[in-house]
């Protein structure tokens, strides 16, 4: 396996991740994508149904990517809605807004910063996926398994990441509450 052909195996794999566990999410629990889509102006009403067919289409999406040899038309969609994404996440964000986007199921945690910023790493990642694609990269079923393998170990390592940060367990403060013995 070349380097380009590894390159391109791991980003479409870590796509497929990320849509395969996104979509679920929004087709088990539909409803706080669904208000997520009135809060970003995309719908006039909280209507379950509709976020149930785009966690739908992210699902066909993540299959696409895992049984396209060639890539391209899959990778261009990906790209296409992760450009899509980050410019209405983007749009809200620039507009003061902070509530939930419900894009991975997590209904709590408010918009920032930091959701753009992963938006446009994906976006990033897609683009890769998409150049190496055109560029004449092919993988096989069994590069794209393993690509499948390394962008799972790299999406569970980006979650760990994230909730470090967010839980911070290794804070210098947390003596301070447990009384010395």
């Given at each position: 396996?070349?380097?380009?052909?590894?390159?391109?195996?791991?980003?479409?794999?870590?796509?497929?991740?990320?849509?395969?566990?996104?979509?679920?999410?929004?087709?088990?629990?539909?409803?706080?994508?669904?208000?997520?889509?009135?809060?970003?102006?995309?719908?006039?009403?909280?209507?379950?149904?509709?976020?149930?067919?785009?966690?739908?289409?992210?699902?066909?999406?993540?299959?696409?990517?895992?049984?396209?040899?060639?890539?391209?038309?899959?990778?261009?969609?990906?790209?296409?809605?992760?450009?899509?994404?980050?410019?209405?996440?983007?749009?809200?964000?620039?507009?003061?807004?902070?509530?939930?986007?419900?894009?991975?199921?997590?209904?709590?945690?408010?918009?920032?910063?930091?959701?753009?910023?992963?938006?446009?790493?994906?976006?990033?990642?897609?683009?890769?996926?998409?150049?190496?694609?055109?560029?004449?990269?092919?993988?096989?079923?069994?590069?794209?398994a393993y690509g499948l393998v390394l962008g799972a170990l790299l999406a569970c390592s980006v979650l760990l990441l994230d909730r470090l940060a967010e839980t911070r367990p290794f804070r210098s403060d947390l003596d301070l509450?447990?009384?010395?013995?």
């Amino acid at each position: 396996m070349t380097a380009a052909t590894a390159s391109s195996a791991a980003a479409t794999g870590l796509l497929i991740v990320v849509f395969a566990w996104s979509g679920p999410t929004k087709i088990a629990r539909p409803f706080g994508a669904a208000v997520a889509l009135t809060r970003f102006r995309l719908a006039r009403h909280v209507r379950p149904t509709v976020a149930r067919v785009i966690g739908i289409g992210e699902l066909a999406l993540a299959l696409a990517l895992l049984l396209d040899p060639v890539g391209i038309g899959s990778l261009a969609a990906a790209a296409t809605v992760l450009a899509v994404f980050s410019a209405v996440v983007t749009r809200a964000v620039r507009a003061g807004e902070t509530f939930p986007c419900a894009c991975f199921g997590n209904e709590q945690r408010p918009l920032s910063a930091a959701t753009i910023v992963r938006n446009l790493a994906l976006l990033a990642v897609a683009g890769a996926g998409l150049a190496a694609a055109v560029a004449g990269v092919r993988t096989t079923a069994a590069e794209r398994a393993y690509g499948l393998v390394l962008g799972a170990l790299l999406a569970c390592s980006v979650l760990l990441l994230d909730r470090l940060a967010e839980t911070r367990p290794f804070r210098s403060d947390l003596d301070l509450h447990h009384g010395a013995s």
